[in-house]
């Protein structure tokens, strides 16, 4: 249970640590903000894990899909205004979306198994550790971004904000699939025996740039169009803009 | 011309994805295992995998190897499509369970069999 409840928490604050991190590269937002944005989010998510049983009976059992398809693409569009406009308002709909996202699973899992008394001590230890190694790992990323920042200016960083929201298109993609909306292509290439996505390095990479062992020729049609999209719409901003920032 | 025959074959492909009957499997998640643990299917054919949670608590059904992730609520039905896929072995866990709660879905040609039976 302790690692389950660690590694649970790792897979689904990480994605919410690593966003929030790259965004507040882009442009610094003020504790106020983050926090507000995070406390907002803890209970959306509340609110979505309560009504997620019975959402999830919504057009032929397939309602949280489309409620979490719906999530994804916000994210997407949301972290593409920030990093284009600065709006204060995209950063609290990318960050509330995510950590609705994310945080709604581990919510259900900790008020699944909370009630037991065997597990209440390895929740909380997992989870600690979990929200430890993410705040580490967050502090390690925030100082690496800066550095490559003023090292080598804005686009190393849109080119990983842009790898990070194109894998929320991903996960879209896969429940779009999941539901039978799209239909899956033929399997690109099988990376399991590689790098398996259920190793640390898989994870790690899986929630940075959405690394996929066995993408099929959908997701990575997605994934790139995507990205170069975002890329594209990037390089557009005045470099007198991109220089201020920096 | 070509704008009309372009849009004939799309209509053909879209008629074609909604009438493709998908074979269902139904897979029990009881006492934090699933029954049945190994699943056979056909190779390059969509299914429908069809899991109801017997369980008092929640379960997310889970897979790397097939891009899958989908909340089991208790006594509840969830219907996840998979496939269409090549020959292989396809793990899939509960990771809320992950130790106990495993199963495999093997493609291959013996699924064919059993989906044309």
Redesign the interface.
């Known amino acids: 249970m302790l690692i389950t409840s660690l590694v649970m928490s790792l897979n689904q604050l990480l994605p919410v640590a690593i966003l929030l991190v790259l965004l507040q590269v882009v442009k610094k937002q003020s504790s106020l903000q983050i926090g507000s944005a995070l406390l907002i989010g803890a209970v959306m998510s509340f609110l979505y894990m309560q009504s997620a049983s019975w959402v999830s009976q919504w057009f032929e059992h397939q309602g949280l899909e489309y409620s979490q398809i719906g999530l994804c693409i916000t994210i997407f569009i949301a972290v593409l205004v920030f990093t284009l406009k600065q709006k204060s308002a995209a950063f609290y709909i990318a960050v509330i979306s995510t950590v609705t996202l994310y945080l709604s699973h581990y919510i259900i899992y900790l008020t699944s198994f909370w009630q037991n008394s065997d597990a209440g001590q390895s929740l909380f230890i997992g989870t600690l550790l979990g929200s430890g190694i993410c705040l580490s790992f967050s502090v390690l990323l925030y100082f690496l971004m800066n550095a490559i920042k003023h090292r080598f200016g804005m686009y190393p960083l849109f080119t990983l904000l842009a790898f990070n929201s194109a894998a929320k298109l991903l996960v879209a993609l896969d429940l779009a699939s999941q539901i039978d909306l799209i239909t899956n292509t033929s399997t690109v290439w099988d990376l399991r025996d590689l790098l398996s996505e259920n190793s640390e390095l898989g994870r790690v990479l899986r929630a940075l740039v959405g690394y996929e062992a066995t993408p099929d020729l959908m997701s990575v049609l997605i994934y790139s169009t995507s990205s170069v999209l975002f890329l594209l719409l990037c390089y557009g901003i005045p470099a007198s803009i991109t220089k201020e920032r920096v | 011309m070509t704008k009309r025959l372009f849009n004939q074959c799309l209509c053909c492909l879209l008629f074609l994805?909604f009438n493709a009957a998908?074979k269902e499997y139904l897979i029990i998640l009881k006492d934090h295992l699933f029954y049945p643990s190994q699943i056979i299917i056909p190779a390059n054919k969509?299914v429908?995998l069809l899991i109801e949670n017997q369980d008092s608590?929640?379960e997310?059904f889970d897979s790397?190897?097939l891009?899958?992730?989908?909340?089991l609520?208790p006594n509840?039905?969830?219907?996840?499509?998979?496939?269409?896929?090549?020959k292989g072995y396809y793990e899939f866990f509960g990771?809320?369970?992950?130790?106990t709660a495993r199963g495999v879905v093997i493609v291959s040609d013996e699924g064919a069999q059993h989906a044309n039976n």
């Open positions: 994805s998908s969509k429908k608590t929640p997310e790397f190897d891009n899958r992730e989908k909340v609520y509840r039905k969830s219907i996840i499509y998979i496939g269409p896929l090549s990771e809320f369970s992950p130790n």
